[in-house]
């Protein structure tokens, strides 16, 4: 089904369009918000110009929409993945990078990767990888490097840019066998969760509206989301905050024209 989007100046400008989703009949409204505090705000506007019933209506994160989407799919609870939090993100990176040093040796380790601040640079890489769907295969490809990658005997070691795509491998293998996502992958996980049972996928999502609430623009990751909702043929609705500016928003990204 179609992607809309509707832009906004004021909270106020989206109310009437809010309200007449709740007047619909059918599967109920799902809302995605960017942050908590959306959440709240979302909630206070739904509720008081909206009538869902005697339940709340759906206004979830991502990681909500994750375990909404494990259960509708039936995932097995040993199977679905828990998203960690900030601080378990610097200890994974920091044990992949240690356990690295320790395999490769000190020679192969750039210099620059022995400094304390380095974590927290190659924390914010690898997170902005995931965010933009980097496959390890095209970043390892982009070096020059043969499909087959060579482990920690990485013959381009310590180029740097050699490092960061061993230790993209190291957090993706960390993760994936510890039943873990980061949230800068939650929403490829949700992509891949519906793909996994294309039949159910469908009847949960079709016809379904899914309204994307204060996001100004998407992820790599999540504009992958965006459209395979619509192939399911759920109706993907974007409410989208207006800045004034010609940039490279939703609006952009989803139809490909700026300042429309």
Known sequence: MAITITGYHRVREIEEKLARLGSERGPS????????????????????????????????????LYREAAREMDVPPKARRRQIDPP????????????????????????????????WTLGDDLRELLREEVHPDILASSLGCTPECEGSGCPKLPDPGALLCRLYRDYLEYLDAHSLTDSARTATVIAETLSGNPSRASEWAGGRAFVFAGFMSFTRSQLTLVRELSRLGARVMVFMPECGLEIHDARAQLFGDIGA
């Open 29 to 64: 409204p799902v809302f995605l918000v960017p942050s908590t505090g959306d959440r709240e705000i979302l909630r206070d506007i739904i509720l008081e110009r909206v009538s869902f019933g005697p339940a709340e209506p759906s206004i979830l994160r991502w990681e909500d």
């Open 88 to 119: 378990d993100h610097w200890l994974i990176v920091r044990y992949v990078l240690e356990r690295l040093k320790a395999r490769a040796g000190e020679a192969s380790i750039p210099p620059g990767a022995r400094h304390g601040g380095f974590l």
